[in-house]
């Protein structure tokens, strides 16, 4: 398969407006404002001389056809893209195990339980208050 290649319009985020920056907006608005490049780029850390983590991460999200391919990624697959390295591509292949992991644990969590289930009405929390004072059962 022939390697993926970044956009050579390359633009280091240094050159972008701090309050634009991925770190700087995820830290401002949070992770649910973000765009997915941005994210993805967060995880990557820093570019290479001729690609930012931005432009990198676009280029591993058309390969992947975005997030949702993200998980299937090998990382064969992933070092085929132009920049990646082993350590970013690792980074990236531990993130979605452990999302994978974390949806396989709520998956197998029980449900919780009805709000009115799990609050006690004032009649039984005054008997329970009775019956610890009177040491009755």
Known sequence: ??????????????????EDRPRERLQTLGPRRLRNDELLAIIIGSGTR???SLELA????????????????????LLETE?????VAMRIVAGCELNRRAERTR?????PRAPAA???SPESLRAADKRSVTGAA
Do not use: D, Y
């Open 50 to 52: 001729s690609s930012s």
């Open 1 to 18: 398969m022939e390697p993926v290649k970044v956009n050579k319009a390359h633009t280091p985020i240094s050159a972008i407006a701090s």
């Open 107 to 111: 998956a197998a969590a029980p449900p």
């Open 83 to 87: 920049g990646v390295g082993p350590a």
């Open 58 to 77: 676009r280029a591993i999200l058309r390969k992947t056809s975005g997030p949702a391919g993200l998980p299937a990624a090998t990382l064969a697959s």
């Open 118 to 120: 799990a609050v006690r």
